[in-house]
Antibody, heavy 117, light 107 residues
């Protein structure tokens, strides 16, 4: 059974930073692209970033480019998202998902990031 | 950026009836379309990929069709557990984009 467990969310001031993590199990992690998708309160889903299986290829939404960095550690089956220069509009539940090269096959339960002073 | 537009925003359906949800892409995405279901307080769940292929464990009452720019998700006979928000998503181009969602509510 695929399991994706996010952590690292919390309350942060505008301009601040956080590191989100996702621990994966139940599939061969290194063979999957991995992604972050976010959802602001009451809003639709928004793709944020995808990283290829080897970690060499990354993609970002324009809204986060230059502020967010996706990475992975295939030896520890862990996906990360370093979020910096946070803005109020970055407030959302951040979901880890396997896939992104195609559809998003499985999703974690999400971690809430709240940007507020 | 490919814009995905879903219709209607809200669909009121009685249990046992058929529900038909639409999704339109602003340019051709071939069959690179997925549908997701999201219930309140839960993560999304993949229903359909490749426009018409059911994901593992998805009941046969869910079906997808279409290609190019016009797509449809049909739920043949709505069950109580199907009342939720449904999103379409394209994976033909970067950035990946989602529709705004269709809420299926009890009539």
């Amino acid at each position: 059974e695929v399991q994706l467990l996010e952590s690292g969310g919390g309350l942060v001031q505008p301009g601040g930073s956080l590191r989100l993590s996702c621990e994966a199990s139940g599939f061969t992690f290194s063979t999957y692209s991995m992604s972050w998708v976010r959802q602001a309160p009451g809003k639709a889903l928004e793709w944020v970033s995808t990283i290829g299986g080897s970690g060499e290829t990354t993609y970002y939404a324009d809204s986060v480019k230059g502020r967010f960095t996706i990475s992975r550690d295939n030896s520890r089956n862990t996906l990360s998202l370093q979020v910096s220069s946070l803005r109020a509009e970055d407030t959302a539940v951040y979901y880890c998902a396997n896939g992104g090269g195609n559809s998003f096959e499985s999703w974690g339960q999400g971690t809430l990031v709240t940007v507020s002073s | 950026e490919i814009v995905m537009t879903q219709s209607p925003d809200t669909l009121s359906v009685s249990p046992g009836e058929r529900a038909t949800l639409s999704c339109r892409a602003s340019q051709s995405i071939n069959s690179h379309l997925a549908w997701y279901q999201q219930k309140p307080g839960q993560a999304p769940r993949l229903l359909i990929f490749g426009a018409s292929m059911r994901a593992t464990g998805i009941p046969a009452r869910f079906s997808g069709s279409g290609s190019g720019t016009e797509f449809t998700l049909t739920i043949s006979s709505l069950q109580s557990e199907d009342f939720a928000i449904y999103y379409c998503q394209q994976y033909n181009n970067w950035p990946r984009t989602f529709g705004q969602g269709t809420k299926v509510e009890i009539k």
